[in-house]
């Protein structure tokens, strides 16, 4: 590799086997953003196929967080357009609220309905927005919080559970409503070390079984296993966009390279 | 002790008390409702909601509550022929029930609004990523442990508004404690001290259980995080 300095926009790479993708899902053109003087995401372009598992990784303040949380409009964008699933995301209303049903989020602090059970957490989308009968909505989660490997904690209250539960019923949360993707927002970030895994693995499980995935984390190694494409973003800009193979072992931007070393030298 | 019971037996102060627990309970109801309304307003996306929920309470608040309460009786029913009831004193009281009711929804609104500012606003920000849209998120997710915040500082509304019912005698009440207090000194003014700390003692053990209750309910209700 000879490549010097940022990736020249030309510089394709070598097809990577996707032949288990889908039609463009989450489509991203020209978006930006600014928090006041702060260009946070500047003209990204993105387009993530249905099937697809996406990383997007970066250092803190890349804008990161912002283009996930952008994708379901908890935060509004100043320019460009995204769709999901070929339609433009609607400013309010109705209609916003029927796509962020079809769009799942896990968030860094799990965000756990605080007042509700574990179990009510998990049913209460699908009760209230898809309209199903509480015991088809209780089946449904039992089999959820099952599959995440926390069935016997449907009765307790969030406060009651570890962080790495908490998460694992978020995901569950999120699963109840049948999302067609799933937006996770630093998933692990706030988890204890010994926590990490079992989230990871559940996510993981999830990438294998298909789904959508958008996954801004710091982990390296659900990354490398689990990713179809790896995005590094550095001051809200897309910088380098590869397999994680390419991305990890060749990575052509000085930005990427910095950033690399500075996490994988220990 | 002689004194006490004397003025008891001549006059209805328990009854002058029950007045005010009446004025007090719906005024309660009345204005908790107003006031969940107007806090929904303030929290609501809706630019125009908001600024009604804003100038309801920046004018009510400050505005004394002797003021409401004779506007309801020489203005709303007086000139603007606002009758709640047939019966003559009835209409009184409820036109003082409406005059603390529209007075202290702006005090439970802001009580209520400091209740959502317990909650975070990741608790949102999950409600509206599973599909809930503003009202159905405010009702199931954000209000509920807003309620339970909330409940030190309505308590205080609470306790206030006890207090303030005394001020329909400016609407016209005579009946309720202070009006029957005025009638009791004019004529036994021999016993003014007795008088006084009936009155006193009798608000003291009223309001003292509310501000008991209102802790160890905020206490046992708190949504744990």
Redesign the interface.
């Known amino acids: 590799m000879d490549h010097s300095g940022t990736a020249p926009a030309d510089d394709q790479q070598p097809p990577a086997d996707d032949s288990h993708l889908g039609a463009p899902l989450v489509e991203l053109s020209g978006v930006d953003k600014y928090f006041g003087d702060l260009h946070v995401l500047q003209d990204i372009e993105l387009t993530v196929r249905r099937g697809e598992v996406l990383v997007v990784i970066g250092p803190s303040g890349s804008g990161k967080s912002t283009l996930c949380r952008a994708i379901?409009r908890?935060e509004t964008i100043d320019g460009g357009e995204i769709r999901i699933d070929g339609q433009p995301l609607p400013a309010?209303?109705?209609q916003?609220?029927?796509l962020?049903?079809?769009?799942?989020?896990v968030?860094q602090?799990f965000?756990?309905?605080?007042?509700k059970t574990v179990l009510d957490n998990v049913t209460?989308?699908p009760r209230?927005?898809r309209g199903l009968s509480k015991s088809d909505a209780e089946e449904e989660a039992f089999k959820l919080l099952d599959r995440v490997g926390v069935k016997n904690q449907a009765a307790k209250?969030?406060?009651q559970l570890s962080g790495g539960q908490q998460q694992r019923v978020?995901i569950a949360?999120?699963l109840a409503?049948h999302p067609k993707v799933m937006l996770f927002d630093e998933p692990t970030s706030a988890l204890d070390p010994e926590m990490i895994n079992e989230v990871l693995d559940v996510m993981e499980q999830l990438a294998k079984e298909g789904m959508t995935m958008i996954v801004v984390t710091h982990e390296m190694g659900f990354a490398r296993k689990a990713a179809d494409r790896v995005v590094f973003m550095a001051d809200g800009q897309i910088v380098e966009e590869a397999t994680p193979e390419e991305f990890f072992h060749h990575p052509r931007s000085d930005r990427a390279k910095d950033f690399l070393s500075k996490i994988l030298t220990h | 002790m002689e004194e006490y019971l004397d003025i008891i037996r001549q006059y209805d102060v328990l009854g002058a008390f029950w007045v005010n627990i009446q004025l007090a309970f719906w005024a309660a109801v009345l204005s908790l409702i107003m006031g969940s309304v107007l806090a929904l307003f303030r929290i609501s996306p809706i630019g125009s909601l908001q600024w009604a929920g804003t100038t309801y309470v920046t004018i009510l608040r400050n505005t004394p509550l002797t003021i409401i309460m004779v506007f309801m009786v020489l203005g709303a029913w007086g000139q603007l022929e606002l009758t709640l009831a047939t019966d003559f004193n009835l209409n009184f009281f409820w036109l003082a029930v409406v005059g603390l009711s529209i007075y202290h929804a702006a005090f439970v609104c802001e009580a209520i609004r400091s209740g959502v500012n317990t909650v975070p606003v990741g608790q949102a920000e999950a409600a509206r990523s599973i599909g809930l849209s503003f009202l159905p998120s405010a009702r199931l997710v954000i209000l509920p442990q807003a309620f339970r915040g909330a409940i030190a500082p309505l308590g205080n509304v609470l306790i206030a508004l006890i207090k303030n019912t005394t001020v329909a005698a400016a609407a016209s009440v005579a009946t309720e404690t202070s009006s029957v207090m005025r009638t009791m000194i004019e004529f036994r003014p021999d016993y003014i001290y007795a008088i006084f700390f009936t009155f006193a003692i009798g608000y003291v053990i009223l309001v003292t259980p509310v501000g008991l209750l209102s802790t160890s309910f905020s206490r046992r209700l708190a949504v744990s995080r």
Do not use: I, Q, Y
């Open positions: 379901n908890l309010e209303g109705r916003l609220a029927r962020r049903a079809d769009v799942g989020m968030f602090a965000n756990l309905f605080a007042h209460l989308g209230k927005v209250f969030p406060a978020a949360r999120s409503m």
